[in-house]
């Protein structure tokens, strides 16, 4: 199992990992290591494929997974939501406690607080980024924005996600500086298209909420097709999973 390591100065009982595509045993279009079971993979290699990540990260429970709908809601994990819960951001306090989100494009953000008391991740898809999960994430800490640190995962990057005009707007009505992360894109169609950037989307929504500590960004699920699911790029595909959590003694 390959996994990336978010560069953060995050304190030493936190932990947090995101997947890459290898090391598991799901068969094409899904190879290999794909953590999602909603995408059509076969179950059992879906579940041989979560069992391996218990395994090689020593968890002592499954994480929670979430059913995510492109939304900006937050589960406390610390109310035992059990099942699936509808959510695109889970947040806790206790340790050994696993926050998870699942992408193939989509932004994950980690977060921590400075003392390591909690942590949690989110799943900002442009809609769920639109609509506020980030800032419904950074609510839900105890502690003030300032004293948060959050890591943006692998997404897709600003030369390769090509959006409509709706989705400019529905940034720029927010804030009229997320212009500055959409560039014009060259379309043979009289519709207008553009590039965007969701890790400066990101950096912006975030910053306005008072998180000045923000680290991560700059890889490109599109582009690395041999490390990252790619739904944009390939349709029917796998998923990545981002994971961060308290480590405690057992």
Known sequence: MNVITPDWPAPKQVRAITTTRHGGVSLPPFNSFNLGGHVGDAPADVAANRQQLREDLSLSAEP?????????????LDNDPGGLPEADASTTRSTNTVCAVLTADCLPVLFCDQAGTQVAAAHAGWRGLAAGVLEATVASFATPPEQIMAWMGPAIGPQAFEVGDEVRQAFCEVDPAAAEAFVAAPSEANEKKWL????????????????????????????????FYSFRRDGKTGRMASLVWIAGGN
């Open 64 to 76: 929670y997974w979430l059913s995510q709908i492109h939304g900006t809601t937050v589960a406390n």
């Open 196 to 227: 965007a950037d969701v890790y400066r989307l990101a950096r912006q929504r975030l910053a306005a909420v008072g998180v000045k500590n923000i680290y991560g960004g700059g890889r490109c699920t599109f582009t690395e097709a041999d490390d």
